[in-house]
């Protein structure tokens, strides 16, 4: 089984999102996977396969690397795209904050990583550095972001107030991501 990590978003804030997703790209949406509301997440740490040992011992772990730490005050601002290109395979909304709420997102990503270490999972040698992001949509071979994505200025309050560790199921219908546990963060 694949597995992440990840702070999923509010239902009210998803609908939003993707309706202002779904308004700029418009006439491009044929190209393109939309994230459907209930998937939209910020992703933390991306597992891949995850051993029934590690997911048996993860949970646990996960409480004790979370101990102490806090929902994040954070904002979804602004758009953007990956890879660097001028072709985008992934179309995004953009993640901020103030630098104390910035420091504590990223005391998450940490506890996670501290939680797998001590639940047995390997962590890459050298990571990548982190962006904290939205998938909004997805595109195969690529596309060059519209001007309306472009200039898309995302603005909403999100208090992350839940941490999961989802299924990555790519099936060959509609993706799902089952929630294998969750945590609330006051
Ligand atoms: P994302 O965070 O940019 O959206 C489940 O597949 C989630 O894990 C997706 O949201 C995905 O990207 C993230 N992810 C990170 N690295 C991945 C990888 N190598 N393969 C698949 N998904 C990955």
Not at 38 to 45: A, E, K, R, S, Y
Not at 102 to 119: I, K, N, P, T
Not at 143 to 155: G, Q, S, V
Request: with cysteine; charged share 25%; hydrophobic share 45%.
């Amino acid at each position: 089984m694949r597995t992440f990590l990840a702070l999923p978003l509010p239902p009210e804030l998803a609908r939003k999102l993707c309706a202002a997703a779904h308004a700029a790209l418009g006439p491009r949406l044929e190209e393109l996977r939309l994230v459907r509301p209930d998937n939209l997440h910020l992703t933390l740490h991306f597992l891949g396969v995850t051993s029934a040992e590690v997911l048996a011992r993860l949970p646990a772990e996960l409480e004790l690397a979370l101990a102490g730490r806090r929902a994040p005050q954070l904002a979804i601002r602004g758009s953007g795209g990956f890879p660097a290109g001028s072709r985008k395979h992934v179309l995004w909304a953009g993640v901020a904050g103030e630098p104390r709420e910035l420091e504590e997102l990223g005391r998450l990503v940490s506890a996670c990583r501290a939680a797998l270490a001590a639940s047995g999972h390997p962590l890459p040698d050298s990571s990548e550095p982190f962006v904290p992001h939205v998938t909004l949509a997805r595109s195969r071979d690529g596309l060059a972001a519209p001007r309306a994505w472009r200039e898309l200025e995302f603005d909403f309050a999100w208090r992350a107030a839940r941490i999961d560790l989802l299924e990555s199921e790519a099936g060959a219908g509609r993706t799902r991501h089952p929630s294998l546990w969750t945590r609330a963060l006051d």
